[in-house]
Structure formats: structure tokens, C-alpha cells
């Protein structure tokens, strides 16, 4: 149980282009999700989290007009990288955790985004 | 805020061997999960530790929570080139904010 799919594993896009990630959970419900970003050798990042149908709130220096995140329902949310450049490339991994603040939060495989 | 220091930051070893990573908290934890990270995937559940003392395994893996809820260590017995990948611990709370993990590395 608690599987939770990301989607796409990987893409490559020209500069100036606008990108979304999918995060959706397979077999519960996920009430809270979270978007983090990780550059090579160094952990991860807590970019925002978000609560099912009300906005996202976003960590101290990321930018809410260039990340859109997106959690419409209880099995999905999206992070929309706008108008990408160079510098966004990374590794973007959502995670979710169902109604209980105590359960543990549960994974995605993570997005590569290359911006040429 | 609540920060967790992993020691240590990296580790080698050769297959067969048994080994600890330990986490520490600079304040009491409600308690405690680890995770692991293949490079370049996403993270794997490993356990969660709650109450002050506790102790949970999985196949080789062992974690275990100490008394005053500060400290944490992971042992692996007999390690694999499975076990190998970077073991993050994080705070159970709100928000999961990881430290900067243990680089494990499994020679065979």
C-alpha cells in the first residue's frame, strides 16, 4: 500500500517553455502533499506543501509565480515549472500523506527536468 | 527550527559488515522516520520510531529512539550492495525537512 506515482520520470524542454508534474496517489487519500527539489549530491528541499482545495504554501524563497502547484483533488497534485530556464533544471520529487499529521509521508519517483 | 545532523556524512564498507548511522536532533523529537534514496529515485520508507526507548527492525535493518527522544541510530547487520544509498532521517511533524543524509556505500 501507500503508492504514490510521479509523472514524468523525465523530460527535456527548450527555455521559455511551461512544464507540469504529476503526483498522484494510487491507493489512499492524500489530504497534504509536498514538492521538493534536489540538485546533484544534496538533499532535498522543501519547496511547498499543499492541502487539498486550498493554495499552496510555499517555502521561504521559492517563487509562487514560477512554481504552481495545483491539488484539486485528494489523489492528485501538480507542480507547473513556468517558463522554464537553465536554472530550473532538477530533480523534482512530490510526496503525500494521507489525514493523519503522524503518518509517515510517502514518495514519488521522482521528475528530471532538463531545460536547454 | 528544529534541525537534524546526520554522522556520518559518509560511509564505506564491505559487504558482510555491520554498521550505524545516527541522527540528532537539537530538540526533542515527537518522533522520528527514516527513509532511503537511491540516487536519482525517490525515497523509501524505512520505519518511524514514536515513544522514547523504542526500538524497530526490518529484515537487517534495526532503528531505535533514544530515552530523551534526541537521538537516533540506524544499524544494518551484515550489509549487502543493496543497503547501499543515502539514509535520510527527518522529524515527525508538519513538515518533513530533511538533513543533509548518510552516503552509503557497499562493497562487494
Known amino acids: 500500500g501507500a503508492v504514490v506515482s510521479q509523472h514524468p520520470s523525465w523530460v527535456i524542454c527548450k527555455s521559455g517553455t511551461s512544464v507540469k508534474i504529476e503526483c498522484r496517489s494510487l491507493?489512499?487519500?492524500?489530504?497534504?502533499m509536498f514538492w521538493y527539489r534536489q540538485f546533484p549530491k544534496q538533499s532535498l528541499m522543501l519547496m511547498a506543501t499543499?492541502?487539498?482545495?486550498?493554495?499552496?504554501?510555499?517555502e521561504q524563497g521559492v517563487e509562487k509565480d514560477k512554481f504552481l502547484i495545483n491539488h484539486a483533488s485528494l489523489t492528485l497534485s501538480t507542480l507547473t515549472v513556468t517558463s522554464a530556464h537553465p536554472e530550473d533544471s532538477s530533480f523534482y520529487i512530490c510526496?503525500?500523506?494521507?489525514?493523519?499529521?503522524?503518518?509517515?509521508?510517502?514518495f514519488g519517483d521522482g521528475t528530471r527536468l532538463s531545460i536547454l | 527550527s528544529q534541525e537534524l545532523e546526520q554522522s556520518p556524512q559518509s560511509l564505506i564498507v564491505q559487504e558482510g559488515k555491520n554498521l550505524t548511522i545516527n541522527c540528532t536532533s537539537s530538540k526533542t523529537l515527537y518522533g522520528l522516520y527514516w527513509y532511503k534514496q537511491k540516487y536519482g529515485e525517490g525515497l523509501i520508507f524505512l520505519m518511524m520510531?514514536?515513544?522514547?526507548?523504542e526500538e524497530k527492525s526490518h529484515e537487517k535493518i534495526t532503528a531505535k529512539l533514544d530515552e530523551k527522544k534526541q537521538q537516533s541510530s540506524l544499524h544494518i547487520t551484515a550489509s549487502q550492495p543493496s543497503h547501499a544509498g543515502i539514509y535520510l532521517c527527518?522529524?515527525?511533524?508538519?513538515?518533513?525537512?530533511f538533513g543533509k543524509g548518510t552516503k552509503l556505500t557497499v562493497n562487494p
Open positions: 499543499s492541502n487539498e482545495g486550498s493554495k499552496a504554501t510555499y
Open positions: 527527518g522529524p515527525r511533524s508538519e513538515k518533513l525537512v
Open positions: 491507493d489512499f487519500q492524500a489530504t497534504t
Open positions: 510526496s503525500a500523506r494521507g489525514k493523519s499529521r503522524g503518518q509517515p509521508q510517502h
Open positions: 520510531l514514536q515513544k522514547g526507548g
